[in-house]
């Protein structure tokens, strides 16, 4: 089956593409309709003549996403082609923050809803007739005062010492808020419309009943439902995150969805590009199950999986990149734990997608992002690091800092953000930077004064970096090297201003060639290859203290050195070196 890309489709002229989405049976169409980035549905949607159809075949996560994108207001359309359940579920999650409802929210929808259309919002009322008789007084009672007229005062009286506002001589309004009188007063038109019945139960509960006893059975009745469309609250989410029961993913036997009927839903056999993102292990493994019957367990389990993120999460619903950030989240978790998961069961990443439990999957990716987790917190408690990483380097600190959060993210470099762990890639990376800054605090704890004492040891106003707070370890390093080098203590301490000349013919004398690779054919010059020995002994005493490897010390020399090396290697011979220019290491600019 070839379904036409929906990017294609929005390209043509719209009488064209009209006619190309209709020729087209109801089951390609909807399947356009997902693979349809949120903000583009509406016009996709309403190129079809069974527009209704495809809305109300719609999963209802998917509307919710959708119009969240598009904005309400802009998403009029396709309300008024919403079924009652959908916009319920809408309301369901906009009109709660935890257990309060917002008012704020609830005025706008009631506003909206006109625009939508009155059938709609009399198809919700009588919905809600038959579903939830809770919810109308609820959402109504922190705008309206009701009164009722006693039977022994006549309607003249009535009218002369009761609110205004009337529909029956019997129940009198007052509007809390002004403003929304108009709008309010026609909703109230609209019930009694509907039906009697209801307005007059409505107003008698908001007369009787306690606010917290009606508030309490709709967040009862809101809870079940939204745990009916598969959209658990915040604590029965949280398994999402929980440690993988056993070694391995979970199998689902083949023959429970294999056998399981076809049902009269629109939901095509794959799950949307949209939510897969950059991620090939998933993406491959997806496409080898496209079009079949499993397909439908994973999207029904994906789907699960998601809806727990985004309640655990806590994403605010009004931003839709946080939303599609959390369905790429999921996708992430999905790659990484695939991934991982093929090296550790020896089985094929298709294979583990289509017999695996995905949430076991996702879990099973959790636990190795929580072993890192681990090591990084036992690094931040190992009494090395500050709370708020002083000297660290900033690519150190921000990588450290994302692995400490609560649900651990990784500090991307090229994108300069923090994202999910995606791959077994980003697992090596986030521990090669744990034990690049272990190893250098354990070797820089045996180098005086130790770091707590470089804040109040070290006359900082007279030196280049001005604050204890522009100072990193590998500058640090160089400095104890310096001195070590200038005759002195191995210690950190600002290097003189005068002596920085004599430093730098110490350390990168005279030559024709220079260089810092270590390849086996490179050619490195005698002095140079000195220094570079001279600093490792130097270093060697306190690197056995510190447990560490010469490998590792000759590694951190010359990538130290050749730091220092960029910012002199082009100076002139004959010039004094400024130290107010140099970033490499401490200098003491009031002492030659």
């Keep these: 089956m070839s379904i036409l890309k929906p990017c294609s489709l929005l390209t043509l002229p719209p009488a064209e593409a009209e006619v190309l989405m209709n020729e087209m049976p109801l089951a390609e169409q909807a399947s356009v309709v997902l693979m349809t980035p949120w903000e583009k549905r509406q016009e996709i949607i309403l190129l079809s003549h069974n527009s209704s159809d495809l809305v109300q075949g719609l999963p209802v996560e998917e509307l919710f996403w959708t119009v969240k994108a598009i904005g309400p207001q802009d998403a009029v359309q396709i309300l008024n082609l919403a079924n009652a359940e959908q916009l319920q579920f809408i309301f369901d999650l906009d009109w709660w923050y935890k257990a309060e409802l917002r008012p704020e929210k609830i005025a706008t929808w009631i506003l909206l809803l006109f625009e939508i259309g009155e059938e709609t919002l009399a198809s919700w009322l009588q919905w809600l007739m038959g579903k939830d008789q809770t919810l109308l007084p609820s959402i109504l009672r922190p705008f309206l005062q009701?009164?009722?007229?006693?039977?022994?005062?006549?309607?003249?009286?009535?009218?002369?010492?009761?609110?205004?506002?009337?529909?029956?001589?019997?129940?009198?309004?007052?509007?809390?808020?002004?403003?929304?009188?108009?709008?309010?007063?026609?909703?109230?038109?609209?019930?009694?419309?509907?039906?009697?019945?209801?307005?007059?139960?409505?107003?008698?509960?908001?007369?009787?009943?306690?606010?917290?006893?009606?508030?309490?059975?709709?967040?009862?009745?809101?809870?079940?439902?939204?745990?009916?469309?598969?959209?658990?609250?915040?604590?029965?989410?949280?398994?999402?995150?929980?440690?993988?029961?056993?070694?391995?993913?979970?199998?689902?036997?083949?023959?429970?969805?294999?056998?399981?009927?076809?049902?009269?839903?629109?939901?095509?056999?794959?799950?949307?590009?949209?939510?897969?993102?950059?991620?090939?292990?998933?993406?491959?493994?997806?496409?080898?199950?496209?079009?079949?019957?499993?397909?439908?367990?994973?999207?029904?389990?994906?789907?699960?999986?998601?809806?727990?993120?985004?309640?655990?999460?806590?994403?605010?619903?009004?931003?839709?990149?946080?939303?599609?950030?959390?369905?790429?989240?999921?996708?992430?978790?999905?790659?990484?734990?695939?991934?991982?998961?093929?090296?550790?069961?020896?089985?094929?990443?298709?294979?583990?997608?289509?017999?695996?439990?995905?949430?076991?999957?996702?879990?099973?990716?959790?636990?190795?992002?929580?072993?890192?987790?681990?090591?990084?917190?036992?690094?931040?408690?190992?009494?090395?690091?500050f709370k708020d990483f002083l000297y660290l380097p900033d690519a150190w600190a921000d990588a450290l800092r994302g692995l400490l959060f609560e649900r651990p993210l990784l500090l991307d470099p090229v994108q300069g953000r923090y994202r999910p762990f995606c791959g077994k890639a980003d697992l090596i990376a986030a521990e090669n930077i744990i034990i690049t800054i272990d190893k250098w605090t354990r070797i820089m704890a045996h180098i005086p004064p130790q770091q707590k004492n470089w804040a109040g040891k070290i006359p900082w106003a007279s030196t280049n970096l001005g604050s204890p707070n522009e100072l990193v370890l590998p500058q640090a390093l160089l400095t104890a090297l310096a001195q070590k080098t200038l005759g002195k203590e191995l210690k950190v301490y600002p290097v003189p201003a005068g002596r920085l000349n004599y430093l730098r013919n110490k350390w990168f004398p005279p030559s024709p060639v220079v260089s810092f690779n270590k390849e086996k054919n490179s050619s490195w010059p005698g002095p140079l290859s000195e220094t570079i020995k001279y600093c490792i002994e130097a270093l060697q005493p306190v690197a056995e203290q510190a447990g560490l490897s010469r490998e590792w010390l000759d590694s951190i020399v010359r990538e130290s050195l050749m730091t220092l090396y960029e910012e002199w290697g082009d100076l002139p011979d004959d010039i004094p070196i400024d130290g107010r220019f140099v970033s490499s290491i401490i200098v003491d600019m009031n002492s030659n």
Aim: charge should be negative; glycine fraction near 6%; charged fraction near 30%.
């Design 146 to 385: 009701i009164y009722k007229r006693p039977d022994e005062m006549d309607i003249q009286e009535a009218k002369d010492v009761l609110p205004k506002f009337t529909l029956d001589n019997v129940y009198f309004v007052s509007f809390k808020k002004e403003a929304l009188q108009p709008i309010l007063g026609r909703l109230l038109i609209k019930m009694i419309e509907v039906s009697p019945g209801l307005y007059r139960d409505v107003l008698e509960t908001i007369l009787w009943r306690t606010e917290a006893e009606n508030l309490e059975n709709s967040f009862r009745l809101r809870h079940s439902r939204i745990g009916d469309w598969g959209l658990p609250d915040y604590y029965d989410s949280l398994d999402i995150y929980a440690p993988l029961q056993g070694k391995n993913i979970r199998k689902i036997e083949h023959a429970y969805f294999e056998e399981q009927k076809e049902g009269d839903a629109l939901l095509p056999a794959f799950v949307p590009t949209l939510y897969i993102g950059d991620y090939p292990v998933l993406r491959a493994a997806i496409e080898g199950l496209s079009g079949t019957k499993v397909m439908e367990r994973i999207i029904g389990e994906w789907v699960g999986a998601a809806n727990k993120v985004l309640m655990v999460d806590e994403v605010d619903f009004d931003n839709p990149d946080a939303l599609r950030d959390s369905l790429f989240k999921v996708a992430a978790f999905l790659n990484l734990g695939l991934e991982t998961a093929a090296e550790t069961e020896h089985r094929s990443t298709e294979e583990i997608l289509k017999s695996g439990s995905l949430e076991d999957i996702i879990r099973f990716a959790n636990t190795m992002i929580r072993k890192l987790a681990a090591k990084a917190r036992s690094l931040a408690d190992s009494g090395r690091i």
